[in-house]
């Protein structure tokens, strides 16, 4: 009698990993303004680290918070030295929080959660599951947006389909930055140190097989969300223009439609002066057409305008943060070899 397939075999071509490793998993967290989270976010983790029995550190990155969020941290370091702390010299925006914090992180395993308990802890379970059968990226991705309003969610859907449709790599939908990384993807992610960074693009962008897992995301804990419409939409335009060149293409093509609608209409008046000998009544055609073009051309020259922002920003090789301190974790990072330290080194250096 044939054996059944084992729960964790792996899909075919992909090696699965030993069941005791990860050695060390390192758990990435931007926090900003999250005084009221960090504590009950630290027990979570914990309690869901202890259930499985896995070595951990939290990488928690204080990205310039105006409350009590350093104190918490320092608080919990205190008692539980496997906890890191990054204080960004200010608020640099989660995107960059949370690559200060993949430079920091030392697992061979890494995890990038929020600290307001929207992305329940108890979900590493299935990540490691999901990376112990060989995948080096284990995603999660939300079944539902329980306290999100329909605008937010009607926004967010549109924002996808269109990222679907213009970006280089498919970017999964609903799925945000809670995710698991192998040690591998990490050092790729943070070998891209462009200044303009869309932490979802940038993922896409690295590829490595990927699995996803179904979650429930519950409303926040405390505090509120930092986002409001206006930095979505600089945080799509972001995603937008970071990722693709198809803004640029498309005001082209749009500049082709408008070109040979003036060409047809003009052909148009042209023949209808010669058939019916009809003097035309042109005045409000052409300041409608004026100005119609006029603002064809200033919206193209945003576009180029938005990248051209972006070249003037990259040109001028910022670090990509600074900080106030880098408290490390006391944790003994797994010992790597060959290629992998290889490319730790190239990483590190790039970040300096
Ligand atoms: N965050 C950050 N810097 C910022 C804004 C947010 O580090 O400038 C952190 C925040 O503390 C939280 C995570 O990023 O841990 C997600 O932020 P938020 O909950 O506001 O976003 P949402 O869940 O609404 O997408
Ligand atoms: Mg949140």
Request: aromatic share 10%.
């Amino acid at each position: 009698m044939a054996s059944p397939p084992s729960e964790n075999a792996s899909p075919p071509g992909l090696t699965p990993r030993p069941e005791t490793a990860p050695a060390l998993l390192s758990i990435v967290c931007p926090a900003y303004n999250e005084a009221d989270n960090i504590i009950p976010f630290h027990k979570a983790v914990s309690k869901a680290m202890r259930r499985l029995a896995q070595p951990f550190e939290i990488v928690f990155v204080n990205d310039g918070s105006r409350d009590e969020t350093l104190l918490k941290m320092r608080e919990l370091r205190s008692v539980h030295p496997n906890t890191a702390i990054v204080d960004l010299s200010r608020n640099f925006g989660k995107e960059i929080a949370l690559t200060a914090g993949l430079d920091q992180a030392r697992g061979d395993a890494v995890v990038v959660i929020d600290a307001d308990l929207q992305d329940p802890p108890e979900v590493i379970g299935d990540f490691i599951a999901g990376w112990r059968e060989g995948y080096d990226v284990v995603y999660a991705q939300r079944r539902a947006r329980h306290g999100e309003s329909w605008l937010k969610k009607a926004t967010a859907a549109a924002f996808y389909k269109m990222m679907r449709s213009v970006g280089p790599a498919p970017l999964p939908e609903n799925v945000g930055d809670f995710r698991l990384m192998s040690r591998k993807t990490v050092d790729a992610v943070c070998a891209l140190r462009e200044r303009h960074r869309f932490m979802k693009g940038v993922f896409a962008w690295v590829g490595f097989p990927a699995k996803v897992i179904q979650y429930d995301r519950a409303p926040r804990a405390a505090g509120a969300t930092k986002w409001n419409y206006w930095k979505l939409w600089n945080l799509s335009l972001e995603g937008l223009t970071s990722s693709t060149l198809a803004p640029l293409k498309l005001s082209t093509y749009f500049g082709f439609a408008v070109a040979g609608f003036a060409f047809l209409l003009g052909a148009f008046f042209i023949m209808k002066k010669l058939v019916y000998g009809d003097p035309v009544q042109g005045f409000p055609t052409l300041a409608a057409l004026i100005l119609f073009l006029g603002g064809v051309q200033l919206m193209v020259l945003g576009v180029i305008g938005e990248y051209l922002g972006r070249i003037f920003n990259e040109t001028k090789q910022r670090p990509l943060y600074f900080t106030n301190a880098i408290e490390a974790s006391d944790v003994e990072a797994p010992l790597r070899t060959g290629e992998e330290a290889q490319r730790a080194a190239l990483a590190s250096r790039s970040v300096a």
